[in-house]
């Protein structure tokens, strides 16, 4: 199984500054046939479900503010919130679908 | 408007047997793969199975295999999970998502989420 790690498991950043999320497969989650990277990141504020933010590493959701990005392929991707709001609050997940389905274990951002 | 609803959650004793179900709407349901999810409490999101639009494919986490079972019924707009043989570190928040592009793919949307405790 591709275990996917994220760091860090938390930060603290203030309203209108950067923040920045990492996530690591055991191994490659990107087909060179296809150039696509099997990753997607989800948004979970507390006591609702997850939402799917970006899928194929860089694609953002229809409806997702411009101001989440993502970046990487092959084992290490990152997304950034390149202008942190108050609506931010949550925990941050990576999931691969490379190979069958594994998330990261989370990453909680607060207002510094 | 699509929407998910999960139900079947409750109290269960380890040993135990609980079904859950998803109800879809708002999208043709037989197009799609879904998937269930779980998350325990205060704890991150694990994965736990999938099935394909058809009904035909299954997949699932080591952790469920052999306990659990996907199944939908596409003429009712339903997705199923029949777990047997429950363990406390089932207790979870089971989400049901429907699967944007096959069985291998990101969840979009999910449902509110149905608790299963499993105690004595």
């Known amino acids: 199984d591709i275990v996917m790690t994220q760091s860090p498991d938390s930060l603290a950043v203030s309203l209108g500054e950067r923040a920045t999320i990492n996530c690591k497969s055991s191994q490659t989650v990107s087909y060179s046939s296809n150039i696509k990277n099997y990753l997607a990141w989800y948004q979970q504020k507390p006591g609702q479900p997850p939402k799917v933010l970006i899928y194929w590493a860089s694609t953002r959701e229809s409806g997702v503010p411009d101001r989440f990005s993502g970046s990487g392929s092959g084992t290490d991707f990152t997304l950034t919130i390149s202008s942190l709001q108050a609506e931010d609050v949550a925990v941050y997940y990576c999931q691969q679908y490379y190979s069958s389905v594994t998330f990261g274990g989370g990453t909680k951002v607060e207002i510094k | 408007e699509v929407q998910l609803v999960e139900s079947g959650g409750g109290l269960v004793q380890p040993g135990g047997s609980q079904g859950l179900s998803c109800a879809a709407s708002g999208f043709i349901f037989s197009n799609y793969a879904m998937g269930w999810v779980r998350q325990a409490p205060g704890k991150g999101l694990e994965w736990v199975s999938s099935i394909g639009d058809s009904g035909s494919n299954t997949h699932y986490a080591d952790s469920v295999k052999g306990r659990f079972t996907i199944s939908r019924d596409n003429s009712k707009n339903t997705l199923y999970l029949q777990m047997h043989d429950l363990r406390a570190e089932d207790t979870a928040v089971y989400y049901c998502?429907?699967?944007?592009?096959?069985?291998?793919?990101?969840?979009?949307?999910w449902g509110q989420g149905t608790l299963v405790t499993v105690s004595s």
């Open positions: 998502a429907r699967q944007v592009s096959g069985m291998y793919s990101w969840f979009d949307p």
